[in-house]
């Protein structure tokens, strides 16, 4: 089936290595939509709000996990079941890259350049 709109940004990836990022981005789309309160708890949300909402989510993840999600008919419902899911990726990341800030050594690379890319991977 043919894309009716086009991904803004990188879908959920079934290695779930952008879980972080991808949070960001629909949290920020949904914001700009107008949506955001779709996926709070306690929310009032029209039929229409929701479907589009639930659609912005269906498009924005992978096919893998877009069928394990697939009886899913709430936005929020999709969101706190991908959260409870992923959520444990933050204490992960975080370590690690406590981990990569104390090894960080400018002497490592022979480009500044370098240095700061890594170095903004680890802040980010």
């Known amino acids: 089936m043919a894309n009716i709109e086009n991904q803004k ?5 079934i ?15 949904l914001s700009a939509k107008k949506l955001r309160h779709t996926i709070d ?4 949300v029209s039929n229409d709000e929701r479907a589009t909402a639930l659609i912005f989510l269906r498009h924005h ?4 996990l877009k069928y394990e999600y697939l009886t899913v008919e709430n936005p929020l419902e999709l969101w706190q079941n991908l959260n409870d899911r992923l959520e ?7 370590s690690k890259a406590l981990n990569d800030w104390s090894q960080l050594r400018f002497q490592d690379f022979k480009m500044v350049s370098e240095y700061n890319c890594t170095l903004f991977k680890i802040v980010s």
């Open 9 to 13: 940004f990188i879908a959920l990836d």
């Open 15 to 29: 290695s779930v290595k952008n879980y972080l990022s991808w949070v960001l981005d629909v949290k920020l789309h």
């Open 41 to 44: 708890e306690d929310n009032a």
């Open 61 to 64: 993840i992978d096919d893998g």
């Open 88 to 94: 444990h990726l933050k204490a992960v990341v975080l």
